[in-house]
């Protein structure tokens, strides 16, 4: 390297940050305001839980998450989102495709009612079901009469659980959906393919990344539900109690580690959700970002 | 394998706006025609309801003798290359050329070693020999353009149908796959149809170019016929630069004021008309009758070409004049012009 370019070199990085428009300090204050505050209110109290949740060590904690009522509610957790996610599934990509790829009156409308369950409180979620499906409800007496229970089992807390993790999938799919255009199903009728091969060949693998983001957050959301589900359910214990429900009760009844103890899977859930989106945003990035860019 | 393609009389309405106005084109079997218009003409329209993703609201287009109404998109086996190619970014190019035989039903598609023979046979057709394991996204733009192409040539098409093929190509690579294109269809022989906005490109690729202009087709014919006779003014403006003259034709010749500009006119008609001369065809001459005084205004460079602005009194606007091989005059220089071909029209 010549002696000329030197002083070339030497500018360059101070006239990068000029460019950005912060000073050193501002950068440093900013860096460790959000450090901190992510230290305070993210990662202190999911310590908490780990530690709470082995403070009375490690038989404890065997015997509280393999106790009979911790099973139930980790076997009705895991039923409940098994049955809402893929439900959610279908549906989101079906709303997102019909407000992505189509035109027609009302769109706007079916946009906004799609983000209803994140708008409305999640008890009033619940009490909407209670209202509707309880034994003072609308079809109360008529459910009563045919003895289909909705309220206070299993089918009140799959549809609470359905309303309030609904929108997660759609919302991921609907602008991606309708960045992509209908280019490329357009190109794939034209090239002969049917409707479904379309769907499955050409949009689904299209969307897919943010498809598995919009299922990933609905499943945390699904299995971590507290207020909707604790409307509906009852607190049956051992029937219709999910995990946070069954969290709390323990909590309420002084047994704070069996508590942290069940409350440390579900905080281990959202790490593994977390972790699973760093990984494939690690391996598949390119692509990632390949298909949202196009 | 290609087949004629008839246009008759096809209206398309977006809600209030008309698109297309009564449009009537006949494309001979193996014949290369350009839809050429400005922006916002309705080429796209056009190229959408032959290939079927679009619905006339009235008129009818005919593969051969066949309505194509009574096709369904597989079975009209068109060739669509879209503008921006839409290539399937979640496929490789094998994949990708390879998708609509694999799309056919089972009875009638090839096996897979015939499937990947023809991948291979066409990425030798489009020059990419070799490229089969990339991924769109690592393609060059001309290179997903050949991509495209293969992808639509491979189930053997009816009618090839480009939508600005070169749009988003830069001048050099689209002059390159101007000729290659050219090559390709001579080999080819498909019915193909391509929209362009590009008269530089239409004019050099096509049989026959159809002029677009606000749903209507001005003109349909060969290069040289649209170019050397436009039918309306819009045609003769929009093919190239050109120089409009109020003139008054009378008896075979067409007067700028009162002096003869243009003479052996043939045409029956008389009175006043615009006259409408390309810059190539206006010479500066010495002293001949039928000339045009003016004083240059003006000299710049235009690609090969030196170009004149020279003004002519009682003239707002300063003609245009190329000078190919003649030496250039000086700035202030009154010269003389002689018009060696114009086109003539009626004045609005
Ligand atoms: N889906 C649509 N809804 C409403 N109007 C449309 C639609 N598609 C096209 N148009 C209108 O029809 C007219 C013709 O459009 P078209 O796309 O055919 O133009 P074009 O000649 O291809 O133009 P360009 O060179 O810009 O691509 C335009 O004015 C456009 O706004
Ligand atoms: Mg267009």
Known sequence: MSDAALPLAAAAPARRSSARGESLGVRIALIAVSLLFLLLFLLLPLAAVFVE????????????????????????????????????????????????????????????????????????????????FGAQGYFGPWLQAHDIKIVFALPGLILATVFVTFPFVARELIPHMQSLGTADEEAALTLGASPWRVFFRVTLPNVKWSLFYGVLLCNARAMGEFGAVAVVSGKIRGLTNTMPLHIEILYNEYMGAAAFAVASLLAGLALITLALKTFLEWRFGDEIAASRRH | MSVAVTIETIEKRFDSFTALRGVSLDI??????????????????????????????????????????????????????????????????????????????????????????????????????????????????????????????????????????????????????????????????????????????????????????????EQVGSADDVYDHPATPFVCEFLGEANKLPVKVVGGQAFFGDRPVLGGITQNQGGPASLYVRPQHLRIVDETPLALPGTVEHLRRNGPLRRAEIAVEGLKRRLDVDLASQVAPAIGERVRLRITHGNLFAAA
Do not use: C
């Not at chain 1, 809402?84 to 906004?112: D, T």
């Not at chain 2, 053997?156 to 050099?172: I, N, Q, S, T, Y």
């Not at chain 2, 096509?206 to 209507?216: F, S």
């Open chain 1, 53 to 132: 949740a082995g403070s009375k060590g490690w038989e404890a904690y065997r015997a509280a998450i393999t106790e009979p009522d911790a099973l139930a509610a980790i076997r009705l957790t895991l039923l409940v989102a098994a049955i809402a996610v893929p439900f959610n599934i279908v549906v989101g990509i079906a709303a997102a495709w019909a407000v992505a790829k189509f035109e027609f009156r009302g769109k706007n409308l079916l946009i906004s009612l799609i983000d209803l369950p994140f708008s409305v409180s999640p008890v009033i979620s619940g009490l909407v079901f209670v209202l509707l």
């Open chain 2, 28 to 217: 001979q079997p193996g014949e290369l025609v350009a839809l050429l218009g400005p922006s916002g003409s309705g080429k796209t329209t056009l190229l959408r309801l032959i290939a079927g993703l679009e619905q006339a609201d009235r008129g009818r287009v005919l593969f051969g003798e066949a309505d194509t109404q009574e096709l369904s998109l597989r079975d009209r086996r068109i060739g669509f290359v879209f503008q921006h190619y839409a290539l399937f970014k979640t496929m490789n190019v094998a994949e990708n050329i390879g998708f609509g035989l694999r799309s056919r039903p089972r009875q009638e598609r090839p096996s897979e070693s015939e499937i990947n023979k023809r991948i291979s046979d066409l990425l030798e057709l489009v020059q990419l020999p070799g490229l089969e394991k990339r991924y769109p996204s690592q393609l060059s733009g001309g290179q997903r353009q050949r991509v495209a192409l293969a992808r639509a040539l491979a189930i053997e098409p009816r009618v090839l149908l480009l939508d600005e093929p070169f749009g988003a190509l830069d001048a050099k690579v689209r002059k390159d796959l101007r000729a290659w294109l050219r090559d390709l269809h001579g080999r080819t022989g498909h019915t193909t149809v391509f929209v362009t906005h590009d008269q530089e490109e239409a004019l050099e690729l096509a049989d026959r170019v159809a002029i677009l202009n606000d749903g209507r087709i």
